[in-house]
């Protein structure tokens, strides 16, 4: 496994407080966001697959809805956020006349480590940076592949280690807590992929930088999304005026041409729930392994 920055334990509660907050103001600070949403749909564009049932899973403000439906228009869409808030949000902006033909998507308030799906009930699962707020990875791998049909596909972006590299070289050290997430890797995502059970995983990454006046400008931006530090081991008491002033102080050789940068690691994948294979007679095929090397 690669050396990824430590992952905190998250405390879901929290994680579920800070969306609900940040819904109002989601949209208008999610640039990134809506653009890797963006980027992420047009690589539907290369995949051949029809879909009759799709998982937003983790959808947040709903910006994906109009993509999916576009490419897939008589599909059923769910929708599954952990922050009833967002969904809130997301069904506020459905259009009526979708409402009046019952075309709606189906909100579920729910977690991506148990989902409450049934087995094998969707086609398309879809999950856009979403997965950096599980505890677990290889736990959210197996749900998207337990209620993904055979043949159903897995689409997903998440964050990468490098994601507020310099925020969190900028805080390291200032109160002995952690602030800033790790981020798995995105050779260790294609692998936990396949022990999940999925096939032909395709990982590939992009690598954005934001630009801002000042730190208090990138921490207004990351509250506006709801991005809090939810450890469990959090600090008791929000961070000080030295601890802050520390991050600045720190944060500022970074300064070039009058901005500080702040890295976002985007990391792209889909992968297959395969189909069985099928003997002569029709029934499935079962690969048998020999023990102990005989």
């Given amino acids: 496994m690669s050396n990824n920055p430590v992952h905190p334990v998250l405390d879901k509660r929290a994680v579920r407080r800070s969306f609900d907050r940040a819904a109002p103001s989601y949209d208008a600070a999610a640039v990134l966001q809506h653009e890797v949403c963006r980027r992420s749909l047009e690589r539907l564009d290369f995949i051949r697959h029809a879909p009759a049932r799709i998982l937003d899973a983790g959808c947040g403000t709903g910006n994906a809805w109009r993509g999916l439906v576009a490419r897939y228009p008589g599909a059923r869409l769910v929708a599954l956020d952990l922050a009833p808030g967002m969904l809130r949000q997301a069904g506020a902006a459905v259009a009526w006349h979708q409402r009046l033909l019952g075309r709606a998507p189906a909100a579920i308030c729910g977690d991506l480590e148990q989902l409450p799906l049934a087995a094998a009930c969707i086609d398309l699962a879809w999950s856009n940076l979403a997965l950096q707020w599980v505890n677990a990875l290889p736990q959210a791998f197996a749900e998207m592949r337990r209620v993904l049909a055979p043949g159903g596909l897995f689409m997903f972006t998440t964050f990468g280690p490098d994601t507020l590299k310099e925020l969190r070289a900028a805080q390291m050290g200032t109160d002995g807590h952690t602030h800033v997430s790790g981020f798995t890797d995105m050779h260790d995502i294609g692998d936990l992929l396949v022990q999940a059970g999925f096939a032909d995983p395709v990982i590939d990454m992009e690598t954005f930088t934001l630009t801002y006046p000042d730190v208090k400008a990138l921490m207004r931006d990351l509250k ?22 520390a991050v600045i102080r720190n944060y500022e050789p970074l300064r070039r041409d009058g901005k500080l940068p702040a890295t976002f690691e985007v990391v792209y994948g889909h992968a297959w729930r395969p189909t069985p294979r099928l003997g002569p007679g029709g029934r499935p095929v079962i690969d048998i392994k020999p023990v102990g090397g005989a």
């Fill in 224 to 245: 506006a999304i709801g991005a809090h530090n939810a450890a469990v081991k959090r600090p008791p008491t929000l961070s000080g005026r030295a601890w802050l002033e």
